[in-house]
């Protein structure tokens, strides 16, 4: 059974939408507000999370970037009744896997769930090679997902871990987005496209230590993680 973080300050809507959810066999624990989502974030294990945007004591936007810090492999969407693009594009920016405009069918949820979970199952356990490897100025311990330099280490999480060993064995290469995806994501659909971007930006901040370590973006056709001696 999938558990599930529901954060809906409309007490009504969200018993139902719980109650619906509870019947296609997801386990949910509601909070009312932002700030006690984030607190059940700190001291649960969630497989997803269904946030609205506009909440009391922290709203939505704000309660993702927090999930974000703490798990950022933990997959979540938005629900609200903001229409607005620049929203959507916020929300789509800060790494949600969809963004469902209020209101919306639940059986269509429900849908969107299952195939969000479906992707998030993470088989990049199975790709990551158990070994150290140089990169550039980097050790790449696998077997601890970190990368250490000068007598410093950032702890990665597993998909972190996976895309960097994916660009590893495909270096100094123009390797396609759909390739990538389907290599980590298991699907190379929009949403998973936008995290893809998300996770990319956190690994080029890891490597810039290093001028000898670029990851280009060619617009439209790919990725080339560049290692120059």
Same mark, same amino acid.
């Given at each position: 059974?999938?558990?599930?973080?529901?954060?809906?300050?409309?007490?009504?809507?969200?018993?139902?939408?719980?109650?619906?959810?509870?019947?296609?066999?997801?386990?949910?624990? @509601?909070?009312?507000?932002?700030?006690?989502?984030?607190? @059940?974030?700190?001291?649960?294990?969630?497989?997803?999370?269904?946030?609205?945007?506009?909440?009391?004591?922290?709203?939505?936007?704000? @309660?993702?970037?927090?999930?974000?810090?703490?798990?950022?492999?933990?997959?979540?969407?938005?629900?609200?009744?903001?229409?607005?693009?620049?929203?959507?594009?916020?929300?789509?920016?800060?790494?949600?896997?969809?963004?469902?405009?209020?209101?919306?069918?639940?059986?269509? @949820?429900?849908?969107?769930?299952?195939?969000?979970?479906?992707?998030?199952?993470?088989?990049?356990?199975?790709?990551?090679?158990?070994?150290?490897?140089?990169?550039?100025?980097?050790?790449?311990?696998?077997?601890?997902?970190?990368?250490?330099?000068?007598?410093?280490?950032?702890?990665?999480?597993?998909?972190?871990?996976?895309?960097?060993?994916?660009?590893?064995?495909?270096?100094?290469?123009?390797?396609?987005?759909?390739?990538?995806?389907?290599?980590?994501?298991?699907?190379?659909?929009?949403?998973?496209?936008?995290?893809?971007?998300?996770?990319?930006?956190?690994?080029?901040?890891?490597?810039?230590?290093?001028?000898?370590?670029?990851?280009?973006?060619?617009?439209?056709?790919?990725?080339?993680?560049?290692?120059?001696?």
């Amino acid at each position: 059974m999938k558990k599930v973080l529901l954060a809906e300050d409309d007490l009504d809507f969200s018993i139902v939408l719980q109650q619906y959810l509870e019947l296609n066999g997801f386990e949910v624990i @509601l909070a009312e507000n932002g700030k006690k989502a984030l607190e @059940l974030f700190t001291t649960h294990s969630f497989d997803l999370c269904l946030l609205d945007v506009m909440m009391p004591e922290m709203d939505g936007f704000t @309660l993702a970037e927090n999930i974000q810090e703490i798990n950022p492999d933990v997959p979540f969407v938005f629900l609200t009744a903001k229409k607005l693009k620049e929203d959507k594009i916020k929300g789509l920016q800060l790494g949600a896997d969809d963004y469902i405009v209020k209101p919306f069918d639940v059986d269509e @949820l429900i849908l969107r769930m299952y195939n969000i979970l479906k992707r998030s199952e993470f088989y990049p356990k199975k790709i990551i090679s158990r070994q150290n490897y140089p990169i550039g100025k980097y050790i790449f311990d696998t077997n601890r997902m970190c990368l250490e330099w000068d007598n410093q280490s950032q702890q990665l999480t597993e998909k972190e871990a996976a895309l960097i060993d994916f660009f590893y064995h495909h270096k100094n290469q123009l390797i396609k987005r759909e390739q990538i995806l389907k290599a980590i994501w298991n699907t190379d659909d929009y949403f998973s496209g936008r995290s893809m971007d998300v996770y990319i930006s956190k690994i080029r901040k890891y490597f810039q230590e290093d001028d000898c370590i670029r990851i280009e973006s060619i617009r439209f056709i790919g990725i080339e993680f560049k290692i120059t001696e």
